[in-house]
């Protein structure tokens, strides 16, 4: 993904009171972040947000954190909670090859991917959120029942995300290569703004659920 520099974005976000400036402290007391004991789901690479800001304002008791390695794109999310803030919604700017330093074990109640960085080289495929390096930190921070759902248009990293969900012994609840066809899978749908986007354009989206 190509990103425009937002000036200022870095100083907003190290002063923002929607960001947990050193979300390792916050590891195993989230609950006490958000000063309740309501769910934690959390957004993997949220990009600008509208995905969970709307289930923020549809699920008021959940609790949503979301997490984008980029300033640039989380200023964006920031500045939404700003004009109408949630209070179950939250943000942490890391690479989430960090996230098991962030939650304790059996913390996560869900992750959710959408329309992740598809890394093409086979090489980079590691750096994929849905390759077995990632699904076994997912492992180790969500609770015995959680779960993750993933969404893309792109075809081989869905492929590649379904076998990697196999080979790792998780077990695929749902799955669909055109998730907007899906009666069933697509009720109460959130459209993120990448989906917003491919979907206009013709692409069918592709989304799996997935437990252990
Ligand atoms: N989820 C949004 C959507 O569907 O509209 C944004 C999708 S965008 C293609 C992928 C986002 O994931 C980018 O904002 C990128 O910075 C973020 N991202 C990629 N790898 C990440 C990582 N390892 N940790 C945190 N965020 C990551």
């Known amino acids: 993904m190509r990103l425009k520099h937002v000036k200022g974005a870095e100083e907003a976000i190290e ?18 972040i958000f000063g309740n ?20 304002q549809e699920n008021p008791d959940v609790n949503y954190i979301g997490i984008e390695k980029y300033s ?10 700003e004009q109408n803030e949630l209070a179950n919604l939250i943000f942490v700017r890391m690479d989430a090859e960090a996230i098991e330093s962030v939650f304790a074990p059996g913390e ?10 598809p890394w093409p080289k086979d090489r980079h495929a590691k750096r994929r959120l849905t390759s077995r390096q990632f699904l076994a930190r997912y492992d ?6 959680g779960r993750l759902e993933f ?7 869905f492929d590649f995300s379904l076998e990697e969900a196999r080979e790792a012994g998780w ?10 066809k899906d009666k069933q899978l697509c009720e109460g749908n959130v459209m993120t703004e990448y989906e917003e986007r491919f979907s206009a354009k013709g692409n069918p989206i592709c989304k799996l659920i997935a437990v252990r």
């Open 15 to 32: 002063t923002s009171r929607f960001v947990i400036q050193e979300p390792e402290t916050a590891r195993g007391r989230w609950r006490d």
């Open 171 to 180: 077990r695929l609840t749902a799955w669909t290569y055109d998730l907007h």
């Open 37 to 56: 004991a309501q769910p934690i789901h959390i957004e993997i690479g949220m990009g600008k947000g509208q995905f969970l800001y709307t289930l923020a």
């Open 108 to 117: 996560v109640g869900r992750i959710y991917l959408n329309f992740s960085d």
């Open 72 to 81: 640039s794109v989380l200023i964006r999310g920031i500045q939404k909670q």
């Open 151 to 157: 969404k893309t248009d792109n075809r081989m990293l």
């Open 140 to 145: 180790k921070i969500l609770s015995e029942d």
